[in-house]
């Protein structure tokens, strides 16, 4: 499986942004997709995640309320929209895709299987 993450960018605090990232390699999506970031200077901490059908969706407290992570029909794609963005969401953003993932592990990038490439979205204030 191939990831393909697309859509950062540089937006003032207060402005919206989505992100997409594409499962390739594969007839379906995988089960569990997720989104983390990585700020200069700090761990990578996880974001949200989602199930191919079923199951919960699960956002990390600092975004709940201004993030949505979705998937498209195929279940191929997942995306991340952000509102409300505020300059300490700066960050590398990666998506991740795992098979076969227990729900108490969403939260873990060690559980991760598959990684994107990344995508830079800057928050100025």
């Known amino acids: 499986v191939q990831l393909q993450a697309s859509g950062g960018g540089l937006v003032q605090a207060g402005g919206s942004l989505r992100l997409s990232c594409t499962a390739s390699?594969?007839?379906?999506?995988?089960?569990?997709m997720a989104w983390f970031r990585q700020a200069p200077g700090k761990e990578r901490e996880f974001v949200a995640a989602n199930r191919r059908s079923g199951g919960p969706t699960l956002y990390a407290d600092s975004v709940k309320g201004r993030f949505t992570i979705s998937r498209d029909n195929a279940k191929t794609t997942v995306y991340l929209q952000m509102n409300s963005l505020k300059p300490e969401d700066t960050a590398v953003y990666y998506c991740?895709?795992?098979?076969?993932?227990?729900?108490?592990?969403?939260?873990?990038?060690?559980?991760?299987?598959?990684w994107g490439q990344g995508t830079l979205v800057t928050v100025s204030s």
């Open positions: 390699g594969r007839t379906s999506g995988p089960q569990t």
């Open positions: 991740a895709a795992a098979e076969s993932m227990i729900v108490s592990s969403m939260r873990s990038s060690i559980r991760y299987t598959y």
